[in-house]
């Protein structure tokens, strides 16, 4: 793809430049105008070290490369300060069939991350409470990053950090003891949890000591009471069973379990750790890391009455995931509205002197608003997401009885389909942004949506049906429409938009990549007649028809996306 191009001219040109080929190679980028060939190589750096105009400069350089031009390179040309260079049609042809149809499920891979581990704490619920919308950005922008990683070549470990301590497990238990018998905890075990839950929160408005009674049974869970502790890892047990439930249709899967509990015996030497180093404070009965030089609030360690704080276990949890997981990057994909608490935990872990600390990075993202609702799981109004989805699923079905009733698997298209298009509106907004939920333009299938990318891959799936007989790996003949040639120039940078999607972290940039696709295989679908041409043009389009399934095919895979057979 790009890659190999740019290798291509990196290491043919830069002897003649008497540079270092790495150099030249990350100096080649794409035109921003298609007819200014393949890749273009800037030279206003040169140009003022060699007091030289830039095109006067580019003109030189084009006429010299020209004169030696490595295998496939068609032209060098000069445009203003660049040097750009167009390949041939079969030459990028014969490498992108050879590139996306002889890597079938891995096209576009790179081994840039071989060797190197990713630690990346995404979705993360608390125990007892339904996952709402709000999780879905969580859930789905964290297992998009962890299938970006692996088309790197990243070792990855995705780590469920479960909400899993605090006193609100005091107030669960005691709900349980008082009520647990009114419910069905056999054959309802989450909805019973949740119930009480709600429950003990509408009676505590009520009757306000009911918050005390809440804090004196997680004291006895915190001391280790073994009654309290067997409901509280049956409340653990029970909702780890609901969420996975979710997350496997979802497509969603963490490695490990690491929940708050898991670092209670861990905090105590953290703070020691920041004692010993001077850098722990008293300030008004709590104890604190001042961060003055870096423009923040103190970080409190530990409350004023001795518990500790998030932020005490987030420092443990960083230790142990660089020290113990050995992780090269770890990441954390949290809301934006905690970004002030990890750059507060990252200045303390740096002037801890842990200079790992840059691998770390907390994967902000926007909130989801759903119309005028408010997410609240004490009052049990949410959003849920498995409703979500659930609604998502029937308004698919819905179309399907209407457009197309007698369709094969309906209700598994419906599914496809309707999850799709509630991870694609999620994926294709920049994740720092708010995402309104618009179910219109959701499931519009003509739309920049995943209906619409799904409906695009289809299409070539039918194509390729009517064909009748195995589509060809290779081209019969040069394809060089205007449309054809834009199709080849989208489908060369399929890998390096993985690459740039997952060093920004940033998923919208695969998603947005593949409405291109799409918008370009429509115009090409349009104005090239597939089907009746004559044989070497009918199977070479044929060609091209399955290289574009098959990239759509997968790039929808990394977002955590099916594509049907039929839609």
Not at 22 to 47: C, D, I, R, T, Y
Request: aromatic share 10%; with cysteine.
């Amino acid at each position: 793809m790009l890659q190999k191009l740019r290798d291509i001219l990196s290491s043919h040109y830069a002897p003649m430049l008497q540079k270092d080929p790495a150099v030249l190679n990350k100096l080649l980028e794409s035109p921003k105008q298609s007819g200014h060939g393949h890749l273009a190589m800037p030279v206003f750096a040169w140009a003022k070290e060699m007091r030289k105009a830039p095109p006067v400069l580019a003109q030189e350089f084009a006429t010299r490369f020209s004169a030696d031009k490595p295998q496939g390179l068609e032209s060098v040309t000069a445009v203003s300060g660049f040097v750009n260079f167009t390949f041939s049609d079969r030459f990028i042809q014969d490498m992108l069939s050879a590139d996306i149809l002889g890597s079938r499920g891995q096209v576009g891979f790179s081994k840039v991350g071989a060797g190197r581990k990713m630690v990346i704490d995404f979705s993360s619920p608390n125990v007892a409470k339904p996952m709402h919308i709000g999780h879905l950005r969580a859930s789905v922008i964290g297992q998009a990053i962890v299938n970006l990683a692996k088309t790197q070549g990243y070792q990855v470990i995705g780590l469920n950090h479960l909400g899993d301590w605090g006193v609100q497990f005091g107030k669960l238990a005691w709900a349980y003891m008082k009520w647990g018998s009114e419910y069905d905890f056999s054959s309802k075990p989450f909805e019973s949890l949740y119930n009480i839950y709600v429950r003990f929160h509408d009676e505590a408005e009520k009757n306000p000591e009911l918050e005390a009674e809440g804090s004196k049974v997680f004291k006895r869970l915190e001391d280790g009471d073994p009654q309290i502790r067997e409901l509280w890892q049956k409340f653990v047990d029970i909702s780890l069973a609901d969420y996975q439930r979710i997350w496997t249709q979802l497509g969603i899967k963490h490695e490990l379990v690491r929940g708050e509990s898991f670092y209670n015996d861990r905090m105590r030497p953290v703070e020691k750790m920041l004692e010993e180093k001077g850098l722990l404070e008293e300030s008004d009965g709590a104890m604190v890391v001042r961060l003055d030089d870096e423009n923040m609030p103190p970080c409190l360690i530990r409350k004023s009455d001795g518990a500790s704080l998030y932020a005490t276990r987030d420092l443990a949890s960083a230790l142990y995931r660089m020290q113990e997981l050995h992780a090269d990057l770890n990441l954390y994909v949290v809301g934006v509205d905690q970004t002030l608490h990890f750059r507060q935990v990252f200045a303390v872990l740096k002037k801890m002197g842990y200079p790992w600390v840059e691998k770390c990075h907390h994967i902000a993202f926007g909130m989801y608003r759903f119309k005028d609702a408010r997410i609240s799981t004490r009052k049990g109004n949410a959003i849920f997401l498995e409703d979500v989805l659930a609604q998502a699923v029937e308004l698919v079905r819905e179309v399907i009885k209407k457009k197309n009733p007698d369709l094969p698997n309906a209700e598994q298209v419906a599914r496809q389909v309707g999850f799709g298009a509630v991870i694609f509106n999620d994926l294709v907004n920049d994740r720092v942004k708010n995402v309104d939920f618009d179910w219109d333009r959701a499931l519009d299938f003509e739309g920049d949506s995943g209906p619409y990318v799904q409906y695009c891959g289809v299409r070539c799936l039918s194509l390729m049906r009517k064909f009748g007989k195995p589509v060809p790996t290779k081209f019969a003949t040069d394809l060089n429409t205007p449309e054809e040639r834009e199709l080849f120039r989208i489908l060369l940078a399929y890998q390096d938009t993985l690459r740039n999607s997952f060093d920004n972290f940033k998923p919208h940039m695969l998603a947005g990549y593949l409405l291109d696709v799409c918008h370009r295989y429509g115009a090409f679908y349009t104005r090239c007649r597939i089907l009746g041409e004559p044989s070497e043009v009918e199977s070479s389009r044929m060609t091209l028809v399955q290289m574009v399934h098959a990239v759509l095919q997968e790039g929808l895979g990394i977002l955590g996306i099916e594509l049907p057979e039929a839609m």
